[in-house]
């Protein structure tokens, strides 16, 4: 019979937290230590045996109980490791710690997905272990247009690590976009950027007057360069620097073993934008449970 414990996160080991995340095929960088402390509210993980299957659990209280949500910043946490333990002791000791929950589970939980009715959520990648060349060949040809404009235009391909600036750009332009997205999330997203500047790319479209018209921030782990913030100017916008930033940045991270994570989306328009340059659709899902008694059933955090 395997083990399993609910244990906060100070008391976790994380250096076997970790490697589970590191060695399986589904550990996304969202669920590594450091992200969790950097963005949580407070997290527990769920482990199974010696960290065979871990789930962190991130949870804020309200009325006196806890309730698990996802952080800012967090696309997909879920269950990771041995996919042949998700059986329903594990599910029951979630709901004996949390009785209500939201979490977004990640691409590999597709059977525990299937059989709890989780619905899809959309999320596309791009397998940059193949030639620049073979992954252009994979573009939708409506995307030829916004590359010649972009051609034409003379923008530059500039490489930067202003870490704070590429936050607050993106922060400026999307605080009317994500209302539930705060001040603090922000703070935490640029510290936690900050003290994983080892893992941060940046790059930029400039104008022939050096002028910014798109940035895009990167964050790598050992298996995907992820898509975290992205942010085009008006001026960016008419002259498709976003294509030509894109396309440069997959020309430059091209033959490496390696996912070019796009993190999402369900919005026609951005999905679209993503369709274009031939990425995969990897869905990972959404899991909502509500075990709390009358009346407090009706609570929506």
């Not at 949580?40 to 010696?50: R, T």
């Not at 952080?71 to 490791?81: N, R, T, Y």
């Not at 498709?240 to 396309?247: K, V």
Request: glycine fraction near 4%; charge should be positive; include cysteine.
């Amino acid at each position: 019979m395997p083990t399993i414990d609910i244990i906060p996160s100070h008391q976790i080991n994380k250096t076997k937290w970790d490697n589970c995340v590191a060695n399986s095929i589904n550990g996304l960088v969202y669920a590594h230590s450091y992200y969790l402390d950097a963005m949580a509210n407070e997290w527990h993980g769920l482990v199974v045996n010696d960290y065979e299957t871990i789930l962190p659990i991130a949870i804020k209280k309200k009325f006196g109980f806890a309730y698990s949500y996802m952080p800012a910043f967090v696309q997909q946490l879920g269950f990771i490791g041995n996919q042949l333990l998700h059986d329903e002791k594990v599910v029951k000791a979630v709901f004996s710690f949390v009785k209500y929950g939201s979490p977004y589970l990640n691409f590999g939980n597709a059977e525990f997905a299937t059989k709890h009715n989780c619905p899809r959520l959309n999320n596309y990648t791009i397998n940059l272990n193949n030639s620049y060349e073979a992954i252009k060949s994979s573009y939708k040809k409506t995307i030829d247009y916004s590359l010649v404009k972009a051609a034409k235009a003379q923008l530059q391909y500039v490489a930067d690590k202003d870490i704070t600036h590429a936050v607050q750009l993106y922060k400026s332009y999307n605080q009317h976009n994500m209302q539930h997205t705060t001040n603090t999330d922000y703070s935490n997203l640029q510290n936690l950027l900050l003290q994983q500047s080892h893992q941060v790319m940046i790059r930029k479209a400039l104008n022939t007057n050096n002028d910014l018209l798109s940035i895009v921030l990167l964050l790598k782990d050992n298996k995907r360069y992820y898509n975290l913030i992205n942010y085009t100017t008006p001026e960016g916008r008419k002259t498709e620097a976003n294509y030509f930033l894109y396309d440069n940045i997959l020309k430059e991270l091209a033959s490496q073993p390696m996912l070019f994570d796009f993190e999402g989306s369900d919005l026609p328009g951005v999905k679209a934008f993503y369709e274009k340059f031939g990425a995969a659709n990897q869905p990972y899902f959404h899991w909502h449970f509500n075990h709390l008694p009358f009346p407090l059933k009706l609570f929506k955090p």
